[in-house]
């Protein structure tokens, strides 16, 4: 199983970044597909999953600026971010969980409960 992250870059404050995870050696419609992000210093924290029935969750912090999407077609899961801070500069993981595991934190699982996760991609927002 492998999950590519890609789409990072530098920016500055107010523009947009879209995000790819392209997933090999697994379906996503099959799995939870979540998006976590680790500052400098800082621990990796929850920024977005959608779930494999569709139903998607946001960070308090990325409400109404990100979206995720997925295409079943191409494999592949995006993180659509809008409006970027210099608070959102942050190497991007996309992870991986089986759906049809049990026992998660519910409603969607943290950090320590996905199966699989790629390299990271780095965003940069400057101010």
């Known amino acids: 199983v492998q999950l590519q992250a890609s789409g990072g870059g530098s920016v500055q404050a107010g523009d947009s970044l879209r995000l790819s995870c392209a997933a090999y050696?697994?379906?996503?419609?099959?799995?939870?597909m979540g998006w976590f992000r680790q500052a400098p210093g800082k621990e990796r924290g929850f920024v977005a999953v959608?779930?494999?029935?569709?139903?998607?969750y946001f960070a308090d912090s990325v409400k109404g600026r990100f979206t995720i999407s997925r295409d079943d077609a191409k494999n592949s899961v995006y993180l659509e971010m809008k409006g970027l801070k210099p608070e959102d500069t942050a190497v991007y993981y996309c992870a991986a969980r089986n759906s049809r595991r049990v026992g998660y934190s519910y409603p969607y699982p943290v950090a320590g409960e996905y199966d699989y996760w790629g390299q990271g991609t780095l965003v940069t927002v400057s101010s």
């Open positions: 959608i779930k494999s029935g569709g139903s998607t």
């Open positions: 050696g697994l379906t996503v419609s099959r799995y939870f």
